[in-house]
T-cell receptor
């Protein structure tokens, strides 16, 4: 199946700093990528849909100025958590849609963000 | 709005025993249903999906699921569990959102432990 990578896998930062998370589709082009957030013992919550070359579509309740998404190429989407605070600590997961396989979503391994 | 309920947070089975993971959904129209597995350090992997047709769906790794509209359920089954099946399992419903995209809503997951 298609492979999606995320970098970094784990990041610890101080409160007030910004953190960038990368999501890459390694062997296919993805016009659409998705960003999810997963709290412990909770389900994945869709944060936003990232479309190559256009603005991301954010889900209700997600602050677009805090979670900046850029999808500048067909293989890369980035999520920047700006001015991170401890409540932003979470597991962030991206997925990429592969049109070659019925638009199935392939998921990255996730990024564990800890804000001190 | 759609929702997914996985009643069992944690299930423990012996290796070789049969397995059934429960999933109930709420959705106003014909649902598109998915089961994913998440292993530590790995991205979510699609086990199987139901769009239409035969209500008994076969997936990878020996898993199957049965769609029961009258019960709003999509339970995952495996006749004989292997130790490598220990992981977190997520049920998801995804109405078609156009352009070949499915916007996934996930359940909270069921953690499966396997006793050797």
């Amino acid at each position: 199946g298609a492979v999606v990578s995320q970098h970094p896998s784990r990041v610890i930062c101080k409160s007030g700093t910004s953190v960038k998370i990368e999501c890459r589709s390694l062997d296919f082009q993805a016009t659409t990528m998705f960003w999810y957030r997963q709290f412990p013992k909770q389900s994945l919550m869709l944060m936003a849909t990232s479309n190559e070359g256009s603005k991301a579509t954010y889900e209700q309740g997600v602050e677009k100025d805090k979670f900046l998404i850029n999808h500048a190429s067909l293989t890369l989407s980035t999520l920047t958590v700006t001015s991170a605070h401890p409540e932003d600590s979470s597991f962030y997961i991206c997925s990429a849609r592969d049109a070659r396989v019925g638009n199935e979503q392939f998921f990255g391994p996730g990024t564990r963000l800890t804000v001190l | 709005a759609q929702s997914v309920t996985q009643p069992d947070i944690h299930i423990t089975v012996s290796e070789g025993a049969s397995l059934e993971l429960r999933c109930n959904y709420s959705y106003g129209a014909t649902p598109y249903l998915f089961w994913y597995v998440q292993s530590p350090g790995q991205g979510l992997q699609l086990l199987l999906k139901y769009f239409s047709g035969d209500t008994l769906v076969q997936g990878i790794k020996g898993f199957e699921a049965e769609f029961k509209r009258s019960q709003s359920s999509f339970n995952l089954r495996k006749p004989s569990v292997h130790w490598s099946d220990a992981a977190e399992y997520f049920c998801a419903v995804g109405p078609y959102s156009g352009a070949g995209s499915y916007q996934l809503t996930f359940g909270k997951g069921t953690k499966l432990s396997v006793i050797p």
